[in-house]
DNA sequence: AAGATGATCAACCGCTACTCA
DNA sequence: CTGAGTAGCGGTTGATCATCT
């Protein structure tokens, strides 16, 4: 039987029914358009009603998610843009690990996609600087410095805006408004105020001082191993014109917190 | 060329919340 | 109120592909 997998047909052998009967693993092209006419006649809803009266042998919960994940129109493949990390890296900062909150933010993503997203190169990124990624020092690592240096990376391409999300919509005198905000265009860690007009001392003010974040080590540039971001590499990041910044930032959290 | 290792992502599992009789 | 059925969420697993040695 031929199922698809990662854009290529394969054999594939294992899939298994469990003592209910129910088939287990990949699905097949054949269950796929099952499902599809089945919901495109019926609607969704009702898993199990449309495992069943679709001639699928497979559970409601199966269905649903190979409905939600894969087979709904308007499921968006392909890479994770710049656009659409830097929303998972705001959004998360807000809402932790609420991956079906944030998909919502994220038209055509899934939860599952960015929960991938996140555990693959994010909770990557921060073993590799044997961070925690709950750690203050990784938090500030991407709000103060990866964050910033993103949007720099998105105008830079699109030599535009970064277009603000709609948030929510409000009624007033009868008439819909939709109120945008630009959620993830945090003012605090704009390129302007994150790079542009910080005032950067030499560097040879602080060339001999490369900064450890507290019970987070640098890795050498050895050590980076994948992109995120999609940018050369990580090591660009910890650069000295970002330490700096970076330690300015933590200096002055610590000021305020006294 | 082949085996080892790492990265990716679809799918499953367990749990909780919700609905309804 | 309670229990069954269902939906949805987040964590985890495992198959496959890609890259490295």
């Not at 099952?34 to 009603?49: A, D, F, Q």
């Not at 994220?106 to 590799?128: C, F, M, S």
């Amino acid at each position: 039987m031929e199922v698809n997998m990662k854009g290529i047909s394969a054999s594939y052998q294992s899939v298994e029914e469990d003592d209910m009967g129910f088939r287990k693993g990949p699905w097949t092209d054949e269950e796929d358009s099952k499902l599809v006419n089945y919901i495109t006649t019926h609607g969704e809803g009702h898993w199990n009603s449309v495992a069943r009266y679709a001639g699928l042998k497979r559970t409601g919960k199966s269905c649903r998610l190979r409905w939600l994940n894969y087979l709904r129109p308007d499921v968006r493949r392909g890479n994770i843009t710049l656009q659409e990390q830097l929303m998972i890296l705001e959004l998360h900062s807000r809402w932790g690990n609420r991956w079906s909150k944030i998909a919502q933010q994220l038209p055509g993503r899934t939860d599952n996609e960015i929960k991938n997203y996140w555990r693959t190169r994010v909770i990557k990124q921060a073993k590799q600087l044997k961070c925690d990624v709950n750690s203050k020092q990784f938090r500030d690592a991407m709000r103060y410095v990866w964050m910033p240096r993103l949007l720099e990376r998105i105008r830079a391409s699109e030599y535009q805006p970064v277009q603000p999300v709609i948030t929510s919509t409000i009624t007033q005198s009868g008439m819909d408004i939709q109120e945008s905000e630009t959620m993830w265009v945090n003012p605090s860690y704009t390129s302007s105020e994150s790079s542009a007009e910080v005032q950067v001392p030499s560097s040879s003010d602080h060339t001999e001082s490369r900064y450890d974040l507290p019970g987070c080590h640098v890795a050498d540039s050895s050590e980076y191993g994948s992109d995120l971001f999609g940018l050369e590499s990580l090591e660009s990041f910890w650069n000295e014109e970002n330490m700096w910044f970076l330690q300015q930032q933590l200096s002055d959290d610590l000021s305020l917190n006294k």
